[in-house]
């Protein structure tokens, strides 16, 4: 089991930023990647952004790419998603995941993740 806590969200004007972090404890040898997806009111959740654990090789949502930016801690077990130039469609519940699924390649589908952090809300403003 891997257990997952968010924290960093809350509200933000168009514009602006914000850094979530998410750190893992439990079974941290046993994933290969960590992700950070969202889910908007009445829309299904979808990917943002993952990073492979070992490489720290990132790949991203093109509705994010050159805004958002996910990193991680490797001694911490800890993935951060700092988000810049927020925009009021960014807001959303933001859920960080981990799955250990294969190295080869990135991994952006829910499905191939296996476990859940609780999620944390994020709000924009315009």
């Not at 991203?60 to 790419?65: E, Q």
């Not at 996910?70 to 988000?83: C, E, F, G, H, P």
């Amino acid at each position: 089991q891997v257990q997952l806590a968010e924290s960093g969200g809350g509200s933000a004007q168009a514009g602006g930023s914000l850094r979530l972090s998410c750190a893992a404890s439990g079974r941290t040898f046993s994933f290969n990647h960590m992700g950070w997806f969202r889910q908007a009111p009445g829309k299904e959740r979808e990917f943002v952004a993952t990073i492979r654990w070992n490489s720290g090789d990132t790949f991203y949502a093109d509705s994010v790419k050159g805004r958002f930016t996910i990193s991680r801690d490797y001694a911490k077990n800890t993935v951060y998603l700092q988000m810049s130039s927020l925009k009021p469609e960014d807001t959303a519940v933001y859920y960080c995941a981990t799955s250990g699924r294969s190295r080869d390649f990135y991994r952006n589908q829910l499905w191939e993740y296996d476990y859940w952090g609780q999620g944390t809300q994020v709000t924009v403003s315009s």
